[in-house]
């Protein structure tokens, strides 16, 4: 079974920052596009940012302007750097490797999640 394997989440006030890292083998990294998602509770789990491998890049409105995905091709890793972090982005973030299938995005491995918790 792939393993993506995420770190960096934890507590963090509003208005701070932190920065999301998921590390997938190299053999899904190099062919896959690479994504965040998040699922609060009680709430569908949604995307957040993509990244190709070409590296072109689209987020969810709601986190345009704070939110910045990246990915090292050299270390089979992709970045999530969160800033002015809101109470509403506390949720589990999900790393997602992705096929692009008849014009769609399949998510085909996924990470086990990681708790981001934006609170005073």
């Known amino acids: 079974q792939v393993q993506l394997v995420e770190s960096g989440g934890g507590l963090v006030q509003p208005g701070g920052s932190l920065r999301l890292s998921c590390a997938a083998p190299g053999t899904i990294f190099s062919i896959n596009a690479m994504g965040w998602y998040r699922q609060a509770p009680g709430k569908q789990r949604e995307l957040v940012a993509r990244?190709?491998?070409?590296?072109?890049?689209n987020y969810a409105d709601s986190v345009k302007g704070r939110i910045t995905i990246s990915r090292d091709n050299a270390k089979n890793t992709v970045y999530l750097q969160m800033n002015s972090l809101k109470p509403e982005d506390t949720a589990v973030y999900y790393c997602?490797?992705?096929?692009?299938?008849?014009?769609?995005?399949?998510?085909?491995?996924w990470g086990q999640g990681t708790q981001v918790t934006v609170s005073s």
């Open positions: 990244i190709t491998t070409g590296g072109s890049t």
């Open positions: 997602s490797a992705a096929k692009l299938r008849f014009g769609v995005y399949v998510n085909e491995h």
